[in-house]
């Protein structure tokens, strides 16, 4: 322990310039934002029960939080990134960095910075990209929060990826280079954070309920209603379920339906906030959206 000890604040010490130069490009609400994530990870986490409790047994203290702890870890992950690098490379890596953490912030956000421009830049190419890594982002929240499902998911996902990315590089090639966007605001906030458990503890408890009243079909539903809302409590609910509540194509279709839902809301905020220039960037977000589409029509067949 000794020699690691001596290691590390080897390390620190001849790092310290780029340490003070990392420093120096964080304000107030950087900080913040770090310690508001320390304590969400470090200080909270280690010290909740692991069992069933609450109605129904549906409630895991820990697991609630540790949703909690990976979804604002991809949100501090891209808002850092996005302070650090954002104005550096571009409107295309904001998009990207951002759709770690709000797809949909992202396309507000470039949809009237696209609507107000005499011309368009990047923003097309951003809004669809920044979905194409929102396909991903939830590929990955499934294999670790739900990983009973995770295969058949990301099967039926893969095309939508695959015509997202191509989709927004192509809109990308056909765009000149602009400067980037101002990121779209603080992420790490614990009220919401609060409230975000919250809502999962219920919608659990509605699981555990619909499991035994309506069977598989029921909680599929519920899957959809719920991610409708919001994508990571669907997620969060479809690993929170037993195995045996729930076959894992059904819930790997009714989460990729929910997708379809979130991406009708961007191709509505595109064409609202950026009019007659944001119908290519919507016909992109389509291409994916329909092709998810006729995946879960696929998978549907199949069964």
């Known amino acids: ?14 790092l310290r310039q780029e340490a003070h130069g990392l420093i120096d490009r964080l304000d ?5 934002a770090l310690a508001r994530f320390a304590v969400i990870a470090g200080a909270v986490l280690p010290f909740l029960p692991s069992g069933r409790y609450g109605p129904l ?7 609630l939080w ?39 912030a992202v396309t507000q956000a470039l949809a009237q910075r696209l609507g107000r421009a005499g011309k368009s ?32 998911f990301t099967i039926i996902m893969l095309p939508a990826i695959l015509v997202g990315g191509v989709a927004g590089w192509w809109l990308f090639a056909k765009s000149p280079r602009t400067d980037s966007p101002t990121a779209p605001g603080n992420p790490i906030a614990l009220l919401p954070a609060l409230a975000f458990v919250a809502f999962v503890a219920v919608t659990a408890v509605a699981g555990a309920w619909a ?6 079909q029921g909680l599929a539903i519920l899957l959809l209603i719920s991610g409708s809302m919001n994508v990571d409590v669907a997620i969060i609910t479809a690993g929170g379920l037993p195995p045996d509540s729930i076959g894992a194509n059904i819930a790997a279709m009714a989460l990729a339906a ?41 998978a549907w067949l199949t069964l």
């Open 121 to 152: 830049g990047a923003e097309p190419s951003g809004i669809a990209l920044a979905s194409a890594v929102m396909y991903v982002r939830v590929v990955f929240l499934v294999a670790i929060l739900a990983t009973r499902i995770a295969l058949p």
């Open 211 to 216: 499991e035994g009243r309506f069977g598989e």
């Open 258 to 298: 929910t997708i379809i839902a979130n991406m009708a809301v961007k191709i509505g905020v595109t064409l609202a906030y950026a009019g007659r220039k944001g119908i290519a960037t919507a016909a992109a977000l389509g291409a994916s959206t329909l092709v998810l589409a006729a995946s879960i029509v696929v």
């Open 28 to 32: 107030e609400d950087d900080v913040k």
């Open 57 to 63: 047994g549906a409630w895991n203290p820990q697991q």
């Open 66 to 104: 540790l949703v909690v702890v990976i979804v604002t870890g991809f949100s501090f992950l891209g808002y850092a990134a996005n302070r650090i690098f954002g104005e550096r490379h571009g409107t295309i890596a904001t998009a990207v960095i951002g759709g770690l953490y709000s797809s949909t």
């Open 1 to 14: 322990m000794a020699i690691a000890a001596a290691t590390l604040v080897t390390l620190l010490l001849a």
